[in-house]
């Protein structure tokens, strides 16, 4: 049975790293220009938050759905602060003059390894359909865990594993890519990534504006108020 349920995480957990969102281009981008550790260390500030939103699905789920779903000021303020942060990324990249060398240690020595984990963190923990996810896996996973408190360790505990092993993989093959780096290079990849997280955070707004967009939300509480009834 522990078997099963870990066989069962492994495909999800590979499918959360390929997940396409802020934090995976953010990922990337971190390998790329600052190297191995600093990429592990945004990876995994992304990771606690969610294992953080594993926790508030597990103990109060049906509450923070009603909540998420009556509450379009919840993906508003998600969609502001992701759109402001890039757009401030934006303008400090196209204000940068000074050449980035990524083989340069006194640059690479310039990496803060802790707001790295908190910038990881923060990109993610915003992201309220990063909870909705969390919501709709638990809803429906947990009556084949029969919710038993250690086979839902067990399930979530191994797709948060094989995600952060996934990304390791990921941040390895992204790596290689430094020898081929300019400065110039370095600075459009920051301009992209800034450009990215603006439209994420577009997106999100768009989310709060037209509440009926968020389906992943409207069918975890559906599938939660099924399970109730039974």
């Known amino acids: 049975m522990v078997s099963e349920d870990i066989l ?10 390929f997940m396409i969102g802020p934090v995976f281009f953010v990922l ?3 390998s790329v220009v600052k190297g191995f550790r600093a990429a592990v260390c945004f990876d995994l500030g992304a990771i606690i938050a969610d294992i953080i939103f594993i926790l508030i699905a597990y103990f ?12 379009p000021a919840l993906f508003i303020f998600g969609g502001l602060v992701m759109l402001t942060y890039g757009i401030i990324s934006l303008v400090k990249n196209k204000k940068a003059k000074k050449n980035i060398d990524p083989e ?32 709709a896996v638990l809803i429906a996973m947990g009556p084949q865990l029969q919710l038993q408190p250690t086979r839902m360790f ?15 993989g990921k941040i390895l093959l992204a790596k290689q890519l430094r020898n081929y780096l300019t400065p110039k290079n370095i600075l459009l990849i920051k301009k992209v ?18 509440p009926k967009e968020r389906k992943i939300v409207d069918k975890a509480l559906e599938k939660l108020e099924q399970h109730e009834s039974h």
């Open 8 to 17: 069962t995480a492994i495909p999800l957990g590979f499918f959360l790293s």
């Open 28 to 30: 990337l981008e971190t």
């Open 60 to 71: 109060s789920s049906y509450k923070l759905i009603e909540a998420i779903k009556d509450d």
């Open 104 to 135: 340069d240690p006194a640059e690479l020595a310039k990496t803060n390894y802790v707001s790295l984990f908190i910038k990881g963190f923060f990109l993610n923990f915003i992201n309220i359909g990063v909870l909705g996810f969390w919501l």
């Open 154 to 168: 067990t399930f979530f505990g191994s797709v948060i594993l094989s995600y952060f092993i996934v990304d390791v």
């Open 193 to 210: 990534i800034s450009i990215i997280l603006i439209i994420s955070g577009v997106f999100l707004l768009s989310q709060g504006w037209f």
